[in-house]
């Protein structure tokens, strides 16, 4: 197997054959609590957790976008004791966050109030390498301000020195993403929200890694961003909306590594001619013109 592909399988057994410290950014929500009709799959959500630790780099960041169901008038509490689970196997919680769903939310119980955000747990492997806080929140002051310097002896003012306010800070870590839709897929992971979180917590030509690819969104931000890819998804109509939402525009993107263990004939979401891996060496960016043609087609 190599980065830069999809493959179809269970999450849990084919990153058992991934090596040590070799993701730098998983970003990725899995089904949760029965809410997501995942094609009657299901997930061994500690198996993963465990393998998520074992193949993260030092450094290396996991976003985790998980929400809860209402069963009996009670919700389930799973995204908390994922969370809890993913701190015994070793990752540091290094910030909870929350996406609020602009638009319709769901309903949840109809005695609660409307439900349209899900939890955003940012686990790291030690202390994040890569951290690119996005600012883009407008601060409220904004203009040079004077402000005295130390006093003298005579109780006056020695000196001024002027502040300058940048006009935007970091943002908060509540953010309001509208939630998208896809006739084949029930739950599509905003392209906004992906981004946000690849930007944030990797460099250009690391390796993001989605266990859950579902309709592609975290590799096909992952690539825009000059980032590489790797992705693992079990349901087959899923791989087949992968291949047809960007696998055809991917023709040409690099190859960086090759696991040579992984079944090739189950590699799905890239077209190729024979030729086009021969002119791109490993390791070498990817062309200008290229990444302009997939920005236009990829939407």
């Given amino acids: 197997m190599e980065v830069n592909q999809v493959y179809q399988g269970d999450s849990a057994e084919l990153m058992k054959k991934l090596p040590d410290n070799f993701i730098d950014l998983t970003v990725t929500s899995p089904p949760y609590d029965n809410l997501r009709d995942y094609n009657g799959y299901s997930f061994d959500f500690e198996t ?3 393998e998520l630790f074992r193949i993260t780099k030092e450094g290396g960041v996991v976003v985790w976008v998980v929400g809860d169901a209402t069963i009996n008038g009670s919700e389930t509490g799973s995204s908390f004791r994922q969370a809890l689970f993913f701190k015994e196997v070793g990752f540091n919680l290094h910030d909870t966050m929350i996406w609020e769903k602009t638009g319709q939310g769901a309903v949840g119980s109809i005695y609660c109030y409307w439900q349209n955000f899900e939890y955003m747990f940012v686990f790291s492997k030690g202390k994040p390498k890569s951290i690119n806080l996005i600012e883009d929140r407008k601060n409220v002051y904004n203009e040079s301000k004077y402000v005295h310097g130390s006093r003298g002896s005579d109780g006056k003012s020695k000196s001024r020195k002027m502040l300058k306010h940048n006009d935007f800070g970091r943002r908060f870590n509540i953010w309001r993403i ?3 839709t896809h006739k084949e897929h029930k739950a599509v992971f905003p ?4 981004k946000d979180h690849i930007i944030s917590w990797s460099n250009k030509e690391d390796l993001v890694f989605d266990p859950f690819a579902g309709s592609g969104t975290t590799l ?9 890819y790797l992705g693992f998804e079990i349901s087959a109509e899923y791989c087949n909306l992968i291949n047809k939402r960007i696998g055809s525009n991917l023709s040409g993107f690099i190859r960086t590594k090759s696991l040579r263990d992984f079944p090739t004939e189950n590699i799905i979401g890239i077209k190729r001619k024979p030729c086009e891996v021969s002119q791109i060496p490993n390791g070498t ?5 290229i990444k302009q043609n997939w920005r236009g087609q990829l939407k």
């Fill in 48 to 50: 993963i957790a465990k």
């Fill in 191 to 194: 392209e906004q929200l992906a």
């Fill in 220 to 228: 096909k931000m992952a690539m825009l961003n000059d980032r590489n």
């Fill in 285 to 289: 960016s990817l062309n200008s013109d």
């Fill in 178 to 180: 509208t939630q998208e």
